[in-house]
């Protein structure tokens, strides 16, 4: 069993940057965010593999940057050049490989942090 704390979401405005960080209880393989925007279902947004391999969804590519510090069993999501449709709560997740395309992969999750990018 690995519990997940999320932390760092805000109000910005657009334009703004935030860093979100999450807090395993242990060592993960893969570990992702995902977020889920009010009447949407929840999608991936960043993951990060043991060997520091990384992958993106389009919307984000350029803005956000995933990172994990190993040593301290942490997982951040920088974001900057924040949009209004940026907007959602944000989870982590632990997985044996999180794929951003699939809730399933999974095994994980924490309780969100919300984020709100106002115009």
Do not use: H
């Not at 760092?8 to 703004?16: E, K, L, N």
């Not at 949407?40 to 947004?45: S, T, Y």
């Not at 060997?51 to 920088?78: E, H």
Request: charged share 15%; net charge positive; aromatic share 10%.
């Amino acid at each position: 069993q690995v519990q997940l704390a999320e932390s760092g979401g805000g109000s910005v405005q657009a334009g703004g940057s935030l860093r979100l960080s999450c807090a395993a209880s242990g060592y993960t393989y893969s570990m992702g965010w995902f977020r889920q925007a009010p009447g949407k279902e929840r999608e991936g947004v960043a993951a990060i593999d043991s060997d520091g391999s990384t992958r993106y969804a389009n919307s984000v590519k350029g803005r956000f940057t995933i990172s994990r510090d190993n040593g301290k069993n942490t997982l951040y999501l920088q974001m900057s050049s924040l949009k209004p449709e940026d907007t959602a709560m944000y989870y982590c997740a632990a997985c044996w490989t999180c794929n951003l395309d699939s809730l399933r992969s999974a095994a994980y999750w924490g309780q969100g942090t919300q984020v709100t990018v106002s115009s």
